[in-house]
């Protein structure tokens, strides 16, 4: 099955950046869409942003639209998200997720970064 290493994350101030990435290994053809989520404290696991691989086409939530961008490397099987200008509402495990049919159906996960923003 497909596996996610992720990598990045930390213990920032409020306006500083952070970079995530997730590398994807194994049958990667069946990585049909890869994408971000996040959990805080207390909530359910919300999406953030993912990109249908094939197409290109990248999808953001509004609630980090302007402050957060993801790519690829598609040689690597690599994402990342580049988390600028970051709020403490930002706080949460970080997870990578991969769709095998690119919906909503995400069967692989990446073990979790933690990113913990200060007021």
């Known amino acids: 099955q497909v596996q996610l290493v992720q990598s990045g994350g930390g213990s920032v101030q409020a306006g500083g950046s952070l970079r995530l990435s997730c590398a994807a290994s194994?049958?990667?053809?069946?990585?049909?869409?890869m994408s971000w989520f996040r959990r805080a404290a207390g909530k359910e696991r919300e999406f953030v942003a993912g990109i249908r691989w094939q197409s290109g086409k990248i999808s953001v939530d509004d609630s980090v639209k302007g402050r957060f961008t993801m790519s690829r490397d598609n040689a690597k099987n690599t994402v990342f998200l580049q988390m600028n200008s970051l709020k403490p509402e930002d706080t949460g495990l970080y997870l990578c997720?991969?769709?095998?049919?690119?919906?909503?159906?995400?069967?692989?996960w990446g073990q979790g970064t933690q990113v913990t923003v200060s007021s």
């Open positions: 194994g049958p990667t053809y069946r990585l049909a869409a």
């Open positions: 997720g991969v769709s095998p049919l690119g919906g909503t159906d995400y069967a692989y």
